[in-house]
């Protein structure tokens, strides 16, 4: 299993870190729209286990994404806005309120909701995207600093659960080390990152709206990460999915991967674009 995470890991490196090195859109575009279709389309596996027409959607799904995309007629602004809306009012209640059960009416227009959810957080990508590659990356890094930080710290201190029926593995203590780690990363790059940093996301909010804001900003970051994770964990949960598919071998799928990034993305570039 783990030679299989590591060759995975190596192949998506490989993939992915040259399309950013080079800042070649069209290469960008398209493997953003590969990952995005799959997205879609264990989204709709998530709600609907018995369904047979996920792979039709997620085609179509995808394919206006595509020309959205090369055509640039995707209004990013308002994805990333009706996304943060989305998880305020739906999504986040939903762990505590419960989902609807599969098979209803509710439960379809929730997967749709959802779905634009996804649209919302790829959206963001392309928007992140054309501050710089650098900025992209500088707000995925949070993210997975915040992962390995609540990973670490609820192995050594976790006691308080945090989401017991949704995720037992989750603790308060994790939880509290990850933002520890976003908030510690955030003031080393300011502070230490010079000008390869300058055009980082942390960086341009400190130096936008100083250290208080930043805090904040991280906090919240990191809290819409725990969301998202959490949110997708209630899905499989409900679904009786270990994963959300095994399109990435030893990782499971697209949004087991993407799932603490699809609420935090949108916030990042609301943000964004404003600095």
């Not at 799904?61 to 994805?79: D, E, M, Q, R």
């Not at 009416?105 to 909701?113: E, F, K, R």
């Not at 976790?158 to 203590?173: D, M, N, Q, T």
């Not at 509290?176 to 300011?190: E, N, P, R």
Request: aromatic letters at 12%; a positive charge.
């Amino acid at each position: 299993m783990l030679r299989t995470r590591v060759i995975t890991a190596v192949v998506l490196l490989a993939i992915l870190l040259p399309v950013l090195y080079f800042n070649n859109y069209t290469a960008f575009a398209v493997v953003a729209t590969v990952f995005f279709g799959a997205a879609i389309w264990e989204c709709f596996r998530l709600f609907n286990p018995e369904t047979h027409n996920a792979h039709v959607i997620a085609l179509v799904w995808a394919a206006v994404f595509a020309i959205s995309v090369f055509t640039g007629h995707t209004n990013l602004s308002f994805w990333a806005a009706l996304s943060v809306a989305l998880w305020i009012a739906r999504f986040a209640p939903s762990l505590k309120i419960g989902l609807p059960p599969l098979g209803t009416p509710a439960n379809t227009v929730l997967s749709l909701v959802y779905a634009f959810a996804v649209v919302g957080c790829f959206a963001a990508i392309v928007d992140l995207y054309s501050h710089s590659p650098l900025f992209l990356l500088s707000v995925l890094a949070i993210v997975w600093v915040a992962d390995i930080g609540a990973y670490f710290s609820g192995k050594a201190f976790g006691k308080h659960k945090l989401a017991p029926s949704i995720s037992p593995g989750k603790s308060w203590e994790g939880a509290i080390g990850g933002g520890i780690a976003v908030l510690v990363l955030g003031g080393l790059s300011v502070q230490f990152g010079g000008d390869a940093f300058a055009n980082t996301f942390a960086v341009r909010v400190q130096h936008t709206y100083g250290w208080p804001v930043l805090a904040v900003v991280l906090v919240l970051m990191t809290a819409a990460s725990i969301v998202g994770d959490l949110f997708e964990s209630q899905l499989k949960r409900r679904a009786g999915m270990k994963d959300s598919s095994n399109l990435l071998p030893g990782h499971g799928g697209v949004l087991d991967r993407i799932d603490a990034l699809i609420p935090v993305l949108p916030l990042a570039a609301l943000i964004g674009s404003r600095l």
